[in-house]
């Protein structure tokens, strides 16, 4: 698939969740995941979990709908992911329509360094 988005402003990380009912269903997974694409947001990160009730209560403890609560969800579930490293490397880039879906992955990724949209 080809580039997605151009924008001239700067792109926000947003953390999806699907609760285990959703994700139980390959058909209802498949749309929700179908949705997010539709409705053009770029998936940059996905991971499945199998969480006990302690995690679920550990991670829901501090959730509140602000940005610093957006950082640390992220940094909870994706640990090795720079945020700041993000938005100086990724973020212009995909911005700027370069965003490519990886279908097998089901994330959309960067061109490698030297390789162009149409190599």
């Known amino acids: 698939m080809g ?26 997974l498949e749309a929700v995941h179908e949705t997010i694409l539709n409705n053009k947001f770029l998936i940059v990160r996905t991971k499945e979990l199998m969480w006990r009730r302690e995690d679920s209560q550990r991670f829901y403890q501090e959730h509140s709908d602000s940005v610093a609560s957006a950082r640390r969800e992220i940094a909870f579930f994706f640990p090795e992911f720079s945020e700041s490293l ?22 959309h990724s960067l061109p490698k360094a030297g390789r162009t949209e149409s190599s």
């Open 3 to 28: 580039a997605v988005l151009r924008s001239a402003r700067p792109l926000q990380l947003t953390l999806a969740m699907l609760k285990p009912d959703a994700v139980a269903h390959p058909l209802v």
């Open 86 to 107: 993000w938005y100086q490397q990724d973020e212009p880039r995909l911005r700027c329509g370069l965003a490519h879906y990886d279908a097998e992955e089901r994330v």
